[in-house]
């Protein structure tokens, strides 16, 4: 018998959208990559790790219990220090929201917390909003759980409320406003567009969402792995610091940008009713993430080394940022457009509509011949039927490059493109 014995699921669920893009960099190491979202090679803390092993590892009993399975939620030290900084860097009120550390679980980086409460919320058919463009990860993890996805435009001030207004009116015009379970919004300095939500919108998402609670289950799924990553600007609050009832926004935040992805540790803030079953479902996954990286991340944030970490990554991001817009200035055609982020490791290009950026067009091969890679921007936005995609855009990042490597990556790209234009 011939039956496809792979469940429905795995049959929703394609392969990672740009991992042939990062194979291609590993075939040919002189490629400069400014599609990978990777971090900074340079300033990964090989010295602040090792005296946090010593710390731990040095003191037996302590070490022993960091090389034990932890708990599901994760360890409770560690969650009450991710309370205490978001309490006094992003503005959240635990007193008056009634957040405890027992709202902090802690996951496999961020991407695990995502796919949790992407499980635990939507059936196939439910309906997920999101950015248009937006972060393509988390688009396969809403294909393979058969939702039906509906992009909302973004702005230079992020998920344009009029526009989620429109999308939640047609939903309730079509009797599908029950079925919408997510909001998702990557909140600081997008993947892939390099832009923050406002102040003002941030507040307003939280509004339209408890306006509508009566009609439809929905949640705002908060990402703000990039909220550490900040630049210029005032450290807007996130919308979680809205949610004064701690029931409409699931936060994910994460380590792996601010400290290190080889830990890959994340956390989630979580309303008290997606505790429960976010936990039950992490049970089943792994039954607690590792319990000594979080040890490591314990130590690193009380002993000071993390927060110091943290302003070292930034000033060499920042710098980074710079020097790829002054290359971009210099390199680019009139014709292509760009706004220049706060924060992050993106920066998202436009350009004239005769370029087709993607990996079957002329530009794409163009800038391969000369030696770079980047994210064709089709690839962020929700492959809706009946839709054309935006052709001409595309991600940049400067986040693992060198100076050099990034500045060269743009002189590169700025001839394919001026050779596309001609
Ligand atoms: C917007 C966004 N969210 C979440 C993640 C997942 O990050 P991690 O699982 O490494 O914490 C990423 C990774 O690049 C991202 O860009």
């Known amino acids: 018998m011939k039956q ?21 960099r590993l075939d040919n190491p002189d490629l400069i990559s400014l599609a990978v979202g990777f971090v900074d090679q340079d300033t990964l803390p090989c010295d602040d790790t090792l005296a946090c ?37 992003a503005g959240l009120a ?35 909003l999101i950015g248009d463009p937006s972060y393509f990860v988390y688009m396969g993890i809403l294909g393979s759980v058969g939702a039906e996805v509906r992009g909302v435009p973004v702005d230079e001030n992020g998920m344009r409320i009029d526009a989620l207004e429109d999308a939640i009116g047609w939903l309730r015009d079509e ?18 567009s390099g832009l923050s939500l406002s102040p003002e919108r941030r507040r307003e998402l939280v509004r339209l969402v408890r306006d509508i609670r009566a ?23 996130p ?52 319990n000594f990286n979080q040890c490591i991340l314990d130590e690193a944030i009380r002993s000071g080394l993390y927060a110091r970490h943290v302003e070292t990554v930034r000033a060499g991001y920042e710098s980074k940022l710079r020097l790829a817009c002054d290359a971009l200035g210099e390199h680019m055609p009139e014709e292509a457009d760009w706004i220049e982020p706060q924060g992050g490791l993106y920066i998202w290009m436009t350009l004239p509509s005769s370029i087709d950026t993607g990996p079957a067009g002329e530009l794409f091969r163009r800038a391969t011949d000369h030696g ?13 039927p009946g839709r054309e995609k935006p052709k001409n855009c595309l991600r940049l990042s400067f986040g ?5 490597t990034v500045r060269e990556g743009i002189r590169r790209l700025g001839r394919a493109v001026a050779e596309t234009l001609t």
């Open 175 to 192: 009797g599908k406003l029950g079925r919408l379970k997510l909001i998702y919004v990557v909140s600081y300095f997008q993947n892939p």
């Open 94 to 128: 635990p007193d008056r929201q009634g957040l405890t550390p027992d709202h902090v679980v802690v996951t496999t980086g961020s991407q695990s917390l995502l796919y949790l409460i992407t499980e635990v919320l939507v059936d196939p058919g439910d309906v997920v």
């Open 4 to 24: 496809n014995p792979l469940s429905e699921k795995a049959r929703r669920t394609g392969p990672p959208p740009i991992s042939w893009l990062m194979s291609a």
């Open 215 to 237: 009609e439809s289950p929905v949640f705002v799924l908060e990402d703000g792995a990039y909220r550490e990553l900040r630049y210029a600007g005032p450290a807007d609050p």
């Open 372 to 384: 770079v890679l980047y994210v064709p921007g089709e690839f962020c936005f929700y492959p809706e």
């Open 239 to 290: 919308v979680k610091a809205y949610d004064s009832e701690n029931d409409l926004v699931a936060y994910a935040g994460t380590f792996c940008k601010s400290f290190s992805a080889g830990l890959k540790t994340g956390y989630g803030l979580l309303p008290d009713r997606l505790i429960e079953p976010v936990l039950n479902e992490k049970g089943n996954l792994n039954f607690g993430s590792p």
């Open 400 to 404: 693992v490059e060198s100076p050099d």
């Open 53 to 89: 092993c010593r710390t731990i590892l040095e003191d037996t009993p302590r070490g022993r219990a960091a090389l034990q399975y932890g708990s599901t939620s994760g360890l409770p030290a560690l969650r009450e220090s991710i309370l205490d900084r978001l309490t006094v860097e």
